[in-house]
Nanobody, 123 residues
Framework: VQLQASGGGLVQPGGSLRLSCAAS????????MGWYRQAPGKQRELVAS???????DYTDSVKGRFTISRDNAKNTVYLQMNSLKPEDTAVYYC??????????????????WGEGTLVTVSS
């Protein structure tokens, strides 16, 4: 399974960007898809996640500005980022919890990561 992220770049404060991440390979299903970010000198943090059933979650600092969405048919997750701030500058990584198989009642999953895409918010 591979995750290919795109959409990063340089944007002025207050601007918008849309990140995309497509999963490819042998995939039964994907439980959760999400976006993480890591700023220089800081730990990687969860930005937003979207479960297969539609539930979404956001870190407090992006609520009301970012929107995560999924296209389950395409195994793709998006992150619409509006009203960007300099503190949003980071490398953004997509993540997918992929169901790799089942055996009776047990479900086996594995986490996959994209390579990261740089988002720079600066004037």
């Amino acid at each position: 399974v591979q995750l290919q992220a795109s959409g990063g770049g340089l944007v002025q404060p207050g601007g918008s960007l849309r990140l995309s991440c497509a999963a490819s390979g042998i995939i039964f299903s994907i439980n959760v898809m999400g976006w993480y970010r890591q700023a220089p000198g800081k730990q990687r943090e969860l930005v937003a996640s979207a479960a297969s059933g539609g539930n979404t979650d956001y870190t407090d600092s992006v609520k009301g500005r970012f929107t995560i969405s999924r296209d389950n048919a395409k195994n793709t997750v998006y992150l619409q980022m509006n009203s960007l701030k300099p503190e949003d500058t980071a490398v953004y990584y997509c993540n997918a919890e992929v169901v790799t198989g089942t055996f009776g009642p047990r479900v086996y999953t594995k986490d996959y990561w994209g390579e990261g895409t740089l988002v720079t918010v600066s004037s």
